[in-house]
């Protein structure tokens, strides 16, 4: 919100590239209740305790450990718009990449190459950012102010992130891998699935739009961000700061106008208790009555591309008026006083908005509002 009035950063392509596909096919299977998680010990040798692996949501034809090169050359082969090409501006958005290759824990480096490959002509300036798991929407967020502040007209957001055995059993030694499965806010979680992902969205303004005769399918209305600075992994209990960063997206919003809510939605003991406390503490009884849903249980926690592809989701739950269930979700927790949806349903006739949520390591919080074409 700027002086007040909210935002007007236009969305005018959004598309991701994960574990259950891509393109409406990736959409229809959510709505459907499916799921592209798979076995760890099937996609990964020789894990060391596989028995504790259990599922991830990587991408299907992505092999070994140099894994972002595969998956952002064969995103830009089947979701990049020709749109992109005239970008005054690109921003990725990853956590800490690949572990082994020449672009170990430089994303960016990775991105540029990747680019090179594709571009028509010279790239656009290209930056990145990386925090942790809000990382994707912490882009979106950098995309839409450079927009504001007149730095560009078009900008292109490139979510990104890989799984690779290394990072799997770093997550199984921290315990934030399950054993199981994802299931966001079920009374027997255990951890989430972790996954990889690519999302591309792209943002203009008024001059931009007309520079490529576009359509807005939807818009950036507000963000928040906050950090804990509680601990170096964990959230902070009561969610007193990941509301903070909800409460500053959904400033001056009238309720009633506020639909499908995509949240974190990790599977982690910690993170559904913290985020469940966060939406009580910011929509108070409305809460009772709002739509909770989330998308790891489906296509497992892609660490850094996460927040563009939630992002991406929550815009096409809007403008295609229906809503996912919560995948993985069986029994929910009786200590989460929060409506977390277990069936798709149809969007309200209220509806104009959707909020999607991102935290991450070391308390980093995001929240986007994002408002549908159709309204």
Known sequence: MINGVFMSISIIYGEALTSLGYGRALFDKLVAGESGLKKADSVFDNLPNPELAGMVGTIEGVVGEERIPQILDNAFHTILPSIAFSSDLVVGGCSFGDLAGPDAANPHAALVKAMKKVWPSTIPPTTLV??????GTDAIIVAAQAISSGLADIVTVIGFDSLGAGKLIQHIALGTQSADRARPFDGARSGTSFGEACGVMVLANDNGMER????????????????????IAAPHPEGIHAGNAIRMATKGLNL???????????????????????????????????????????????????????????????????????AGLLKLDQQIAVPILQQSCVRGSTHKFGLTATFGFGGVNSALLIEASQC
Not at 130 to 135: E, K, P, R, T
Not at 216 to 227: D, E, P
């Open 130 to 135: 990386s925090s942790a798991c809000s990382s």
């Open 212 to 231: 490529l005769k576009a359509q807005r399918i939807g818009r950036i209305a507000n963000f928040g961000l906050s950090s804990d600075a509680y601990d």
């Open 256 to 326: 009633d106008e506020l639909g499908y809510i995509n949240s974190h939605g990790s599977g982690t003991n910690l993170n559904d208790q913290a985020e469940a406390a966060a939406l009580r503490l910011v929509f108070g009884d409305f809460l009772d009555q709002a739509i909770v849903g989330g998308t790891k249980g489906a296509l497992g926690h892609s660490l850094g591309a996460t927040g563009v592809v939630e992002a991406i989701i929550t815009l096409q739950a809007m403008n295609n008026s229906v809503y996912p269930p919560t």
